[in-house]
Every structure is written in structure tokens, then in C-alpha cells.
């Protein structure tokens, strides 16, 4: 019979999605900025990667993430040597004294929740995964199907025409991964275009905020056990981000935003009907920082 393991690969890349749709990317951020200042441009993000392979994620000798494993998938010790000497490091020249912090707090899950944006967002790429999924299972069960018709028909047939099928079969599976694999990388991309124009939203907004009241720090609330209503942000942000920003610029389904802004360099007339022609990146997105 023809080994079956290796058709759960279809269903992985949709089942990855999760992680890179817009509400799951809309987590805290632990940073703090000064307001009215520029900021550092973030590294340049790689184009994401199609889902891997389930077998190596569920194999032995996964590494998963602030632990190291061996060739039988346990866990390693790290190895205690001595290190060698510290470099020396020289005193430096008196700098300037920064201001007295000002502190502003704000709350970006709660920007998030009350954002026209990022739910018309979330809800378009919630429709996406669940379709990818909805498809892969189908493929999956396609599969499945074509691989036990094999086994039963096996004894039936000659040694060349085993191997033809099989090898059909095997080039099915192949193309399902490379197909399922694409699409999950659009999504992906797709997300994190749509992230980073509430991104920018948000921070000019918060910027303005803060700006306004004499702020010149602004920390995230999800880091701080307790907080005062006078340096709580949140309520006068919430109040101007729908202003700001009604709605985002998406991505038509299956399109990779990269491949939107190749052709012709501008807004596909594709676009969601009512959506401000937000100024696109020159690039492919920045990845997106963190939030909680």
C-alpha cells in the first residue's frame, strides 16, 4: 500500500494561518517611543515562506523556540565552559541629559478593538483561512481516496503500472503542497501589508495625542500592573483612529500584495470599494511588531 503519511501536508498550511491573520498580529507591543521624534527603520522582513513540512514539524529533532534538541528530540544541556576575558570597555564622554519623562499610557488592544480597520480586516482574512481550510480538507480526503484506490487495485495490476500510479499519486501530492503552500504565503503577506497600515495609523495618531497633552514617552499598558485614568491615551486615540483611518487597503483574495504593487505600480482597481488610496511601501512590509 502507498504510504499515506505524507498527505497531511495539504492541511498544514492552512492550519498556520492563525498566526498571521490580523488579529493575531495585533498583539501588545512592549517598545515605547518618543513622541515627535523619528525612529530607527525596522530590518527588512523576508518574503514569508510556504508552510513546511508536517512530517519535520512533528518528527524528531524539532527545535522549537528557547530550547535545543538533540537527534532523539530531547532537549540539550548547554555546555558550561569558561568564557574568555571580557573586551574592554572604555569610558565614554558625558552626553547630554534627556528631558524629564512625561508618561502617557496606552492600551493598543483596545485601539484594535474599536478600530473600523482592523475589523473589516480580520473579518476578510478570517473568510481566507477558513476557505484555504475548507479546501486543503477537501484535497486531503481527495487524496486519501486516490491512495486507497491504489492499494486495492494493486494486486491487479503490473509491475510498470504500479509504478506509473504510484508516481501520478506522488506528483498530486507534490503539486497540493506547492499549491496550498502559495496560498498560505499570499495570506500571510497579505496580512502583514493590511498590519502595517493600521500600524502606521495608529502610531501618528498616538504621536499627535501625545504631542498635544506635552507627552514625551508613551508605554504600552499591556506592560504595566497599574495605571491612573489621567495618563491613560487610550480613549482620546480610539476617538480619532476611525477618523484617520475608516478603512485599509486589502488585498484582492489570491493576490500577493508584492505582485499588486509590480503591476503598474498602483492601486489595483480591484480594491475594496471605499477604501482611501493609502500611499503604498516602496517595498514588501516591514514585519510587524508584536501586540498583546
Known amino acids: ?117 482592523f475589523q473589516q480586516a480580520d473579518k476578510e482574512f478570517v473568510g481566507r483561512r477558513q476557505k484555504l481550510n475548507e479546501d486543503a480538507q477537501k ?31 506522488q506528483d498530486r501530492i507534490a503539486e497540493s503542497r506547492r499549491v496550498f503552500g502559495e496560498r498560505n504565503r499570499i495570506i500571510q503577506e497579505a496580512s502583514q501589508y493590511v498590519m502595517a497600515q493600521i500600524d502606521r495609523a495608529v502610531e501618528m495618531v498616538t504621536q499627535q495625542v501625545a504631542i498635544s497633552r506635552g507627552i514625551n514617552l508613551v508605554l504600552n499598558r499591556a506592560q504595566i500592573l497599574g495605571v491612573t485614568n489621567e495618563f491613560d491615551l487610550t480613549p482620546a486615540v480610539v476617538d480619532d483612529i476611525n477618523k484617520v483611518l475608516a478603512s485599509v487597503l486589502i488585498p484582492p483574495d489570491g493576490v500577493s500584495p508584492v505582485a499588486m504593487q509590480a503591476k503598474e505600480g498602483a492601486t489595483p482597481a480591484s480594491a475594496q470599494a471605499g477604501t482611501p488610496p493609502a500611499k503604498p511601501p516602496a517595498a514588501t512590509p516591514a514585519p510587524q511588531q508584536q501586540r498583546r
Not at 486516490?146 to 494493486?154: D, I, S, V
Open 1 to 117: 500500500m502507498f504510504p499515506l503519511r505524507s498527505l497531511t501536508a495539504v492541511a498544514l498550511a492552512a492550519a498556520v494561518l492563525s498566526t498571521h491573520t490580523p488579529r493575531a498580529m495585533a498583539q501588545a507591543n512592549p517598545q515605547w517611543f518618543v513622541p515627535n521624534q523619528p525612529r530607527a527603520a525596522a530590518p527588512a522582513r523576508p518574503a514569508p515562506r510556504p508552510a513546511p513540512n508536517p512530517q519535520a514539524a512533528q518528527g524528531p529533532g524539532l527545535v522549537t523556540e528557547g530550547a535545543a534538541t538533540g537527534a532523539e528530540g530531547q532537549p540539550q544541556q548547554q555546555v558550561q565552559v569558561q568564557l574568555p576575558p571580557p573586551p574592554e570597555v572604555p569610558p565614554l564622554p558625558k552626553g547630554p541629559t534627556p528631558p524629564a519623562a512625561i508618561v502617557g499610557v496606552l492600551s493598543v488592544a483596545d485601539v484594535m478593538r474599536a478600530s473600523s480597520a
Open 139 to 169: 484535497e486531503q480526503v481527495a487524496l486519501r481516496d486516490l491512495g486507497q484506490a491504489l492499494a486495492n487495485e494493486r494486486g491487479k495490476l503490473s509491475p510498470e503500472q504500479i509504478r506509473n500510479r504510484e508516481k501520478e499519486l
